[in-house]
């Protein structure tokens, strides 16, 4: 089922004793689909760049930024195409088929003479064709999935680390990283009731934007983590003024499950 809602639903999970949750929204959400099953040439990959305005190539993707609303799309030479931004997975569908439509009709053409007709110029005429080795968009759409969301939660006041770390250790939560700011555990995710497989693995990648470029990094290393782990587990990264990251979830009902487990340390 599809949510377009940016802010998460809290009613129902458990309710933090010292603390009350302000808000629980999505910040960026990452999708990935696939354009092409043979994949891109690095000359056709500049060719694309070509073709994209707010686009920067190098020899293994391309990344295109959409002003509005606001977001990030990289095609890699795998045929892979992963967006991210601060995104409803209504705005992704629409974002990604405006740029699967581009790839499949607006980036090849012919030239043809005009013959028993009296044209301007040199009587030459430009028209598009079909890029047959990208997808159609209606099945590139089916194929979309949600890699990960980015979620931040606020409470109304600090939070004792201190006191988070002791209840964490006597829960056995796995924490991963102390420090005075911040305290960063895990916290397995129940198995999906169909088979899945992670994310698709992308090529190796070097930044070809600034923008966004720390989230960008933090999300792709969560992403590589999973693809290595047996089991799904979400993280979340607790800071002392009061705010949360949860990161790993791939739907609203996944950060519910997460904060149900952190609202027992708090």
């Not at 080795?133 to 931040?152: E, F, H, I, M």
């Amino acid at each position: 089922m599809r949510e377009d809602e940016r802010f998460v639903s809290l009613r129902g999970c458990r309710r933090p004793s010292a603390h009350t949750v302000t808000t629980a929204e999505v910040c960026v959400l990452w999708a990935s689909t696939i354009v092409s099953k043979r994949g891109f040439q690095s000359d056709e990959l500049l060719h694309i760049a070509r073709n994209f305005a707010r686009s920067e190539f190098s020899h293994f993707a391309v990344q295109v930024v959409i002003p509005s609303p606001f977001c990030m799309c990289r095609i890699y030479s795998n045929g892979r195409v992963v967006i991210m931004g601060n995104l409803t997975e209504g705005q992704v569908e629409k974002e990604l088929s405006r740029v699967v439509y581009k790839l499949r009709y607006r980036t090849k053409w012919k030239v043809s003479t005009l013959r028993d007709r009296i044209t301007h110029g040199n009587g030459l005429q430009w028209c598009y064709v079909v890029n047959n080795n990208v997808l159609p968009v209606k099945t590139v759409l089916q194929s979309v999935k949600v890699d990960q969301l980015y979620c931040r939660v606020a409470f109304d006041g600090p939070i004792d680390l201190r006191l988070l770390l002791q209840r964490g250790l006597s829960a056995k939560q796995n924490i991963t990283s102390i420090s005075n700011a911040c305290v960063r555990l895990q916290i397995d995710l129940p198995e999906p009731p169909e088979n899945s497989t992670g994310p698709a693995e992308s090529d190796p990648t070097t930044s070809v934007w600034d923008a966004g470029l720390e989230l960008e990094r933090e999300l792709e290393a969560e992403l590589a983590h999973l693809r290595r782990q047996d089991k799904r587990f979400a993280t979340c990264v607790v800071y002392h003024s009061g705010k949360v990251a949860i990161l790993g979830c791939c739907n609203h009902d996944e950060v519910r499950f997460t904060f149900d487990a952190l609202a027992t340390l708090l």
